[in-house]
């Protein structure tokens, strides 16, 4: 019982650094009044913090897995929020269908064009340099 309430409080504390980089982006945005989303600057000083060691990944490793593992729950609120403009949906649905299907093809046409340059430029024999 100790030990399972020992690792809930770990998570708790990491779910909490979590958050707190995340109100530092959403504070740096405001104050800079920059036009990017707060929650953006917030991974971006996560990813700066964890690239320079400054938080190592065994700090917020079992929170942040712990929020990956049930993310899926996180997006029901916005599933539900979609269902009162379900008459919007209904007359102009297919220009967001086709919105994304445009940006799905750009996206995954983008990525092979740049994969095959890479594997091209890669000659047979050559070994990748570190």
Do not use: C, D
Request: aromatic share 10%.
């Amino acid at each position: 019982m100790k030990r399972k309430i020992t690792i809930a409080v770990r998570i708790a504390v990491q779910i909490g650094i979590l958050y707190i980089l995340n109100q530092a982006g959403n504070l740096i945005v405001k104050v800079l009044h920059l036009p990017i989303p707060g929650n953006l600057i917030g991974l971006l000083l996560l990813f700066l913090l964890l690239i320079t060691k400054v938080i190592p990944l065994q700090w917020i490793e079992e929170g942040s897995a712990l929020l990956l593992k049930h993310l899926s729950f996180f997006f029901i609120p916005i599933a539900v929020g979609l269902m009162s403009y379900g008459n919007l949906l209904l007359h102009q649905g297919w220009l967001l269908f086709v919105s994304i299907l445009v940006s799905l093809w750009i996206g995954i046409y983008t990525t092979g064009r740049i994969s095959q340059f890479f594997v091209r430029e890669k000659k047979p024999g050559q070994e990748q340099s570190s």
